[in-house]
């Protein structure tokens, strides 16, 4: 059971450049969700997903896509990197809301924008 | 829309004295309550939880939290604090939408 997993876990980019974080899960869990992090504002959610073909805005959407094709498959897109984008970021997948569960977070992917 | 407020940005304690963290939330509806921890160059772990029911939560490594839904607070608490527990802690509020939303933290150091 590999749990969450984010790829890749290092990336630099330059300016103006796209790319795709990917995340994956095998748990089967309806809702999963992209954050990033960055020293003393906490994690901020970017967008989430409640099932596969639903997704929605959080705290911080600019600048990010995503999808939800599968179940098990939650990519964030940065369609043009800025400097301002260099975080962490995780990925974090859940049971729906009614059960008893907490959230699974993958180990994060560093990304650096120049 | 819920939000999370972590009071305290920087707490600096000795070895063996006692903690608490505060943690205040805003959403109308019922709420499930989490602190996470994060030690230097590692990942979120769970400390503790609350979903329902007896609302003084015992979670691992000696900490506790208790959910007062009068004051929309649950503060995380420990007795004795280890220079191990230097680490950077948050809390975070699920809402009806299953949307989880974090504090902005409190960095611990613990100085030996």
């Known amino acids: 059971n590999a749990g969450v997993t984010q790829t890749p876990k290092f990336q630099v980019l330059k300016t103006g450049q796209s790319m795709t974080l990917q995340c994956a899960q095998d748990?089967?869990?309806?809702?999963m969700s992209w954050y990033r992090q960055d020293p003393g504002m906490g994690l901020r959610l970017i967008h989430y997903?409640?099932?596969?073909?639903?997704?929605d805005q959080g705290e911080v959407p600019n600048g990010y896509n995503v999808s939800r094709s599968t179940t098990e498959d939650f990519p964030l897109r940065l369609l043009s990197a800025a400097p301002s984008q260099t975080s962490v970021y995780f990925c974090?997948?859940?049971?729906?809301?009614?059960?008893?569960?907490?959230?699974?977070f993958g180990s994060g992917t560093r990304l650096t924008v120049v | 829309a819920q939000s999370v407020s972590q009071h305290n940005h920087h707490v600096i304690l000795s070895e063996a004295a006692s903690l608490e963290l505060g943690c205040n939330y805003s959403?109308?509806?019922?709420?499930?309550l989490f602190w996470y921890v994060q030690y230097p160059g590692q990942h979120l772990q769970l400390l503790l939880k609350?979903?329902?029911?007896?609302?003084l939560v015992k979670g691992i490594k000696g900490f506790e939290a208790e959910f007062i839904k009068s004051k929309f607070s649950f503060n995380l608490r420990k007795p004795s604090v280890q220079w191990s527990d230097t680490a950077e802690y948050f809390c975070?509020?699920?809402?009806?939408?299953?949307?989880?939303?974090f504090g902005t933290g409190t960095l611990l150091a613990v100085q030996p």
């Open positions: 974090a997948s859940s049971y729906s809301r009614g059960r008893n569960y907490g959230y699974t």
């Open positions: 748990m089967n869990h309806e809702y």
């Open positions: 997903s409640v099932g596969a073909g639903i997704t």
């Open positions: 959403y109308g509806g019922t709420v499930n």
């Open positions: 609350y979903f329902s029911g007896d609302p």
């Open positions: 975070a509020v699920r809402g009806a939408t299953n949307k989880l939303i």
